[in-house]
């Protein structure tokens, strides 16, 4: 089966910076991405990552290492529109390379 | 940009009644359309995978007979849920993969409809 493990909420302030973390474990793995999902909505793309290393996207970076089947999104300059659920999610390198989602994580933004 | 398009948005229905739900592309085409389902505070757990043409490809524990799944057209994947009970209450959500060169969505490739709200009474 395949495992993608969050830490299931994180709180910080306006301002601030916060990273959240993904292992993974899949049977196979083409790339790792970030989706953010307001309540009631449907996700939304932030990053990927297909290769080890940081990729920074204005105030959103993700990084990947390969080796360690871990992955993290770190958001800068946090505003209070940043709160919402965080997924990440692998690509598989097998059948039609399916997207599979990690457990979220709900960030709450307080002033 | 690419976009997908699901409908409805919200739907109530009859315990034991079927609903259609549609996804299409509107600017690009599809060779892959995915369906999840979503429980409240949960992940998105994929439930099949339809390719235009061919069978779906359902995950282990979804019951095909119940969660049916056409892709009939580059551009149109529905799944209909039959006999609806309770426990299928949920948000139900597609995303789509374009084939190279027609319109790609996101730089790796998936584009999401807006999700559809089932309630089932």
């Known amino acids: 089966g395949q495992s993608l493990e969050q830490p299931s909420e994180v709180t910080a302030v306006e301002g601030a910076i916060v990273q959240i973390n993904c292992t993974y474990q899949?049977?196979?793995?083409?790339?790792l991405s970030w989706y953010q999902q307001h309540d009631g909505g449907a996700p939304t793309f932030l990053s990927y990552?297909?290769?080890?290393g940081l990729e920074e996207t204005g105030r959103f970076s993700s990084f990947l290492s390969r080796s360690d089947s871990y992955g993290y999104l770190l958001l800068q300059e946090l505003q209070m529109k940043d709160s919402a659920s965080y997924f990440c999610?692998?690509?598989?390198?097998?059948?039609?390379?399916?997207?599979?989602f990690g457990t979220g994580t709900r960030l709450l933004v307080s002033p | 940009g690419a976009v997908v398009s699901q409908h409805p948005s919200r739907v109530i229905c009859k315990s034991g009644t079927s609903v259609k739900i549609e996804c299409r592309s509107l600017?690009?085409?599809?060779?892959?359309m995915f369906w999840y389902r979503q429980f409240p505070k949960q992940s998105l757990m994929l439930m099949a995978t339809?390719?235009?043409?061919?069978?779906?490809?359902?995950e282990q524990g979804v019951e095909k007979d119940k969660f049916l799944i056409n892709h009939a057209s580059l551009t149109l994947s529905t799944l209909t849920v039959t006999s609806a009970h309770p426990e299928d209450s949920s948000f139900y959500i597609c995303?789509?993969?374009?084939?190279?060169?027609?319109?790609?969505?996101?730089?790796?490739?998936?584009?999401f409809g807006s999700g559809t709200r089932l309630t089932v009474v």
């Open positions: 339809s390719n235009e043409g061919s069978k779906a490809t359902y």
């Open positions: 899949t049977s196979g793995f083409y790339g």
């Open positions: 990552n297909a290769l080890d």
């Open positions: 999610a692998v690509t598989m390198n097998t059948g039609f390379q399916k997207l599979v």
């Open positions: 995303s789509a993969r374009a084939i190279p060169g027609t319109g790609g969505p996101s730089p790796h490739g998936y584009t």
């Open positions: 600017d690009f085409q599809a060779t892959t």
